[in-house]
């Protein structure tokens, strides 16, 4: 399942893919207009600052905006970012890949073998830019 904070995550980086007009916007505003909750949406933005997929601005009229072109930043990216694996077990994970310590042998273990085609399947989709799932 979706965690919270990955989803306020998606939908902070949609909105200011929608709003951009190359001008910072507010963490209070950013807040207000997606309904998430202001000290929620701290931790991930300040997540997201650290990973360099959004950038600050200090000052008054200071805020976020995008730290690269929209196009570059899938979802996968995101979910990874504040999640972790997307794999849902980690002997099928291509990044945070560890053995089941009860498996005897990974080659025919049927459950890697279901969650290996249910993470193959989704990788494609969740791999879609910020600007792909804008479109939608």
Do not use: W
Request: charged fraction near 30%; include cysteine.
């Amino acid at each position: 399942m979706l965690s919270k904070r990955a989803k306020y995550a998606i939908k902070t980086i949609l909105y200011l893919h929608e709003n951009d007009q190359g001008l910072p916007i507010s963490a209070k505003v950013i807040s207000e207009k997606e309904r998430i909750p202001y000290k929620f949406l701290e931790n991930i933005l300040r997540e997201l600052k650290t990973h360099q997929i959004l950038r600050s601005v200090r000052g008054a009229e200071g805020g976020y905006i995008l730290a690269k072109d929209p196009n570059e930043i899938t979802i996968a990216q995101v979910m990874r970012v504040i999640d972790g694996p997307i794999a849902l077990i980690p002997c099928v994970s291509e990044r945070f890949y560890e053995s089941c310590p009860e498996c005897v042998d990974e080659e025919t273990c049927r459950i890697r073998k279901l969650f290996g085609e249910l993470r193959n399947g989704m990788l494609p989709i969740l791999e879609k830019s910020v600007v792909e799932l804008a479109r939608l």
